[in-house]
């Protein structure tokens, strides 16, 4: 484990003493106030709290993953109770997820923005950028047209209960432009962070690579809507410096023991819950290819076979339960599992894909490296990774590149559910097939989006119909993105 990836357990015991020690030398004048509920504290003690909720609420067990949009991407399967594998989401649940990530880390984000403002330091408000970005991302691509650019402001000058919903190509935009300025805004001979950052350990290069490799990612979403946009954009990314190892990805290594666990250990471990496995795709692909990843990826069954779970099964199913593979021990039985947010494999399939387009570079080279930086990701290198890129159907083929590109990216991306989802979206694959008893919210086809919150209804109406209309929809699952044109 690098110096970057300290325990949560120490940035959190960093964050207490601080918040201690600022409520206890007010004198008598603060003997009226409860010195563990501080009024105000700096951008450093708010950067772990908003790292890790991002984190376990993205990756964890919730609509965002386990129990949404990871089914719609097949990653995972529902072995019982498969209302969500069928398309059925649970109205509270979408509810909660929305209200979740507006109040809790998009609004911590914005906070370490503005602190990182009126201090003067720059360090600070470019993470508090990067952060706002990839969280959004994350809104955008799941509900389209969200409140954006007049979110986060209750409380301030200008802030509105009411935030009008912008148009996801001016979220596009904005998120774009963000992240170029934080990567200006970076210098890392500057008061930056310490242990209290979780992702990276206080390198601030890494951070600038972070938000650029966070470039590439939101400039090929839009690459087919907007390809000149996102040309430009890809490019000065690139240059501007993107992972170049997987020691330099952005990942979140959980502590390892209790509260700070990865979310799939707890919902399996402390949660008691056994309602997902690896989905039947994922494993059938694995299988027929070999795939040293696989043992990884799934437990074996109880005769010590990989069997998947196909998606969109009914309830009172007969397949027996101790035939299928669960989702790998890595993670479903190990508390201090990584959730990884971007990888450097996704950097190099990025750019295998920009290459592929004609924005420079050689297509073969980096897709072969992107399955290598997965592959070594879990510590297979050597003759194995080079008897799993010698075969048929994952040696690189120039007639079938940009699907080859596409189903090797879906499978490193495994456990992110919600950039698994939208690359699916995007790119069409790999052709995934809807469950048999998939209910018919999208035409009996796998969703492409997810509902608003019937909450905004009441809440924020006025501007929700506005957003329905300009998109043509947003209450089903039938309404596509504005970058998904294929």
Not at 228 to 235: G, I, R, Y
Not at 272 to 297: E, F, N, Q
């Amino acid at each position: 484990m690098t110096m970057r990836t300290k325990t949560i357990f120490s940035a959190f015991a960093v964050v207490a003493l601080a918040w201690g020690t600022t409520a206890c030398d007010d004198g008598l004048a603060g003997l009226n106030e409860n010195p563990n509920l501080p009024t105000d504290v700096g951008a450093e003690f708010i950067l772990p709290e908003a790292i890790q909720n991002a984190t376990d609420q993205i990756f964890g067990s919730g609509l965002l993953n386990l129990e949404g949009v990871a089914l719609f991407a097949q990653h995972y399967a529902k072995i019982q109770y498969p209302n969500e594998d069928r398309y059925e989401l649970r109205l509270p649940a979408i509810e909660t997820t929305w209200s979740n990530l507006y109040a809790g880390p998009l609004k911590d984000a914005q906070t370490i923005i503005e602190k990182g403002r009126e201090t003067g330091t720059a360090n600070h408000e470019a993470a508090g950028l990067i952060l706002k970005s990839w969280i959004f991302g994350v809104v955008t691509d799941l509900w389209g047209d969200v409140p954006y650019s007049e979110a986060l402001l209750l409380g301030g000058e200008n802030g509105t209960s009411t935030p009008r919903y912008d148009r996801q190509a001016d979220i596009y935009a904005g998120m774009l432009t963000d992240l170029e300025r934080a990567s200006g805004l970076i210098d890392p001979a500057a008061t930056g962070f310490g242990s209290e950052d979780l992702l990276f350990d206080g390198d601030m290069e890494l951070w600038r690579k972070f938000a650029n490799s966070l470039r590439l990612r939101f400039a090929m979403r839009i690459a087919d809507v907007d390809p000149a946009a996102a040309q430009q954009h890809f490019t000065a990314a690139l240059a501007g410096g993107v992972f170049e190892s997987n020691d330099e990805m952005a990942q979140l290594i959980y502590a390892g023991s209790p509260p700070n666990e990865h979310p799939l250990f707890e919902n399996r471990v402390r949660g008691g819950r056994d309602d997902h496995s690896i989905s039947k795709t994922m494993v059938d692909m694995l299988l027929a290819w070999a795939d040293p990843r696989l043992p990884i990826y799934a437990e074996p069954n109880e005769v010590g076979e990989f069997v998947g779970m196909p998606n969109g099964m009914n309830d009172g199913h007969e397949i027996a339960l101790a035939t299928i593979s669960r989702i790998g021990d890595y993670w479903r039985g190990t508390p201090g599992a990584p959730a990884v947010i971007l990888s450097y494999a996704e950097v190099l399939f990025l750019q295998a894909e920009a290459a592929l387009r004609g924005w420079g570079g050689e297509p073969g080279s980096l897709y072969e490296a992107g399955i290598r930086a997965s592959l070594e990701q879990y510590g297979i290198t050597g003759a194995t990774a080079d008897a799993y890129l010698a075969q048929p159907g994952v040696a690189y083929d120039a007639g079938s590149a940009a699907e080859q590109i596409a189903t090797q990216k879906w499978i490193a991306l495994y456990g992110n559910g919600a950039e698994g989802f939208a690359e699916v979206r995007r790119t069409g694959y790999p052709v995934l097939t809807p469950g048999p008893f998939a209910l018919n919210v999208n035409g009996g086809q796998i969703p492409v989006r997810i509902p608003y919150p019937g909450g905004e209804q009441t809440l924020n109406r006025e501007a929700l119909l506005a957003a329905i209309d300009a998109q043509g929809g947003g209450m089903d699952y039938s309404t596509r993105m504005w970058w998904d044109v294929d």
